[in-house]
């Protein structure tokens, strides 16, 4: 696709050479099962995509984001609020609620976001802007051995971040794209904390190098947004951060798409890079939790 095309009436714009288009000529508020579908194929084409134009009211967004599967409420945060799977995030002056660091959503949890669909709601004057990252390119622009190593490897999540270490989930470091097939980078600065098969400074020296890789400029997309956008973006191949330097008000409200266990491009080829007990052994204390707790049946 050129830079700008008209496909069966929509006026599509590419945002970057990795990843993104800014999408005119559809109103989202009358969206159903066909047009659904139509997004759908655009989002895996484009990985994210900006709908100019829109304000949608609250249920305008709900029923929205159902064409697309279950909506569910954030697990970790307590948005308050009539309808759970609907929230608001307020912010002044870059103090707030910041999305300001690299992730893909809630890979905290077994079964990760799929979608989430964004509507900027107020957007500041200056600053603001969201930037996305294309994980099919920082998977497939490693060298060959480092792709291979990478495949057999897992990683544990947590919502540490969140207040709630506690909550964890493990996911191979390549996934395979249920719908595409393409293997795309998983692990991010945000919710991953350990290579489960390595030992812990070997960990910290891949999983430094990995979250830096994933955020190269050459895989992203930088979005300066307006108000009454929205954006639509797939979390099982892009990781996306808020750029926290703008001056004055920044109101969004989103729902997320959830229910998708991460298919690993191959199980992972070696055990749990534990320590024996030793004075060092502390900084397996987590994975050895969560690992006991999945042997006792602790997790559902």
Same mark, same amino acid.
């Given at each position: 696709?050129?830079?700008?095309?008209?496909?069966?009436?929509?006026?599509?714009?590419?945002?970057?050479?990795?990843?993104?288009?800014?999408?005119?000529?559809?109103?989202?508020?009358?969206? #159903?099962?066909?047009?659904?579908?139509?997004?759908?194929?655009?989002?895996?084409?484009?990985?994210?995509?900006?709908?100019?134009?829109?304000?949608?009211?609250?249920?305008?967004?709900?029923?929205?984001?159902?064409?697309?599967?279950?909506?569910?409420?954030?697990? $970790?945060?307590?948005?308050?609020?009539?309808?759970?799977?609907?929230?608001?995030?307020?912010?002044?002056?870059?103090?707030?609620?910041?999305?300001?660091?690299?992730?893909?959503?809630?890979?905290?949890?077994?079964?990760?976001?799929?979608?989430?669909?964004?509507?900027?709601?107020?957007?500041?004057?200056?600053? #603001?802007?969201?930037?996305?990252?294309?994980?099919?390119?920082?998977?497939?622009?490693?060298?060959?051995?480092?792709?291979?190593?990478?495949?057999?490897?897992?990683?544990?999540?947590?919502?540490?971040?969140?207040?709630?270490?506690?909550?964890?989930?493990?996911?191979?470091?390549?996934?395979?794209?249920?719908?595409?097939?393409?293997?795309?980078?998983?692990?991010?600065?945000?919710?991953?904390?350990?290579?489960?098969?390595?030992?812990?400074?070997?960990?910290?020296?891949?999983?430094?190098?990995?979250?830096?890789?994933?955020?190269?400029?050459?895989?992203?997309?930088?979005?300066?947004?307006?108000?009454?956008?929205?954006?639509?973006?797939? $979390?099982?191949?892009?990781?996306?951060?808020?750029?926290?330097?703008?001056?004055?008000?920044?109101?969004?409200?989103?729902?997320?798409?959830?229910?998708?266990?991460?298919?690993?491009?191959?199980?992972?080829?070696?055990?749990?890079?534990?320590?024996?007990?030793?004075?060092?052994?502390?900084?397996?204390?987590?994975?050895?939790?969560?690992?006991?707790?999945?042997?006792?049946?602790?997790?559902?």
């Amino acid at each position: 696709m050129t830079v700008s095309e008209n496909v069966e009436g929509l006026d599509i714009r590419r945002l970057s050479g990795s990843l993104g288009a800014e999408v005119r000529g559809l109103s989202l508020r009358d969206a #159903g099962p066909t047009e659904a579908k139509r997004i759908e194929s655009l989002l895996m084409d484009h990985q994210v995509l900006l709908f100019p134009d829109q304000h949608l009211s609250p249920d305008s967004h709900i029923a929205f984001g159902e064409l697309f599967g279950k909506l569910e409420s954030h697990p $970790n945060l307590s948005l308050g609020g009539e309808r759970p799977e609907f929230f608001e995030l307020r912010a002044f002056g870059g103090k707030g609620a910041i999305a300001d660091e690299w992730h893909s959503d809630l890979t905290c949890q077994e079964e990760p976001s799929v979608i989430a669909i964004l509507h900027m709601v107020k957007c500041p004057s200056v600053g #603001g802007d969201t930037m996305w990252a294309n994980m099919y390119k920082a998977y497939e622009e490693l060298t060959p051995p480092m792709r291979a190593f990478c495949e057999g490897l897992s990683a544990l999540h947590d919502a540490h971040a969140h207040g709630h270490p506690e909550n964890m989930a493990i996911h191979p470091v390549i996934r395979v794209h249920p719908v595409t097939g393409r293997k795309s980078l998983f692990v991010n600065e945000h919710f991953t904390r350990r290579i489960v098969e390595l030992g812990h400074e070997e960990s910290d020296a891949l999983l430094g190098f990995l979250t830096s890789w994933a955020s190269r400029s050459q895989f992203t997309l930088r979005y300066h947004w307006s108000e009454g956008t929205i954006a639509m973006w797939d $979390n099982r191949c892009t990781q996306h951060c808020v750029l926290n330097d703008f001056e004055g008000e920044r109101v969004i409200q989103r729902v997320t798409v959830m229910g998708d266990v991460p298919e690993p491009a191959e199980p992972p080829r070696w055990s749990p890079g534990i320590k024996p007990v030793s004075a060092a052994s502390r900084h397996d204390r987590q994975l050895n939790t969560f690992l006991k707790k999945q042997v006792s049946g602790g997790f559902e």
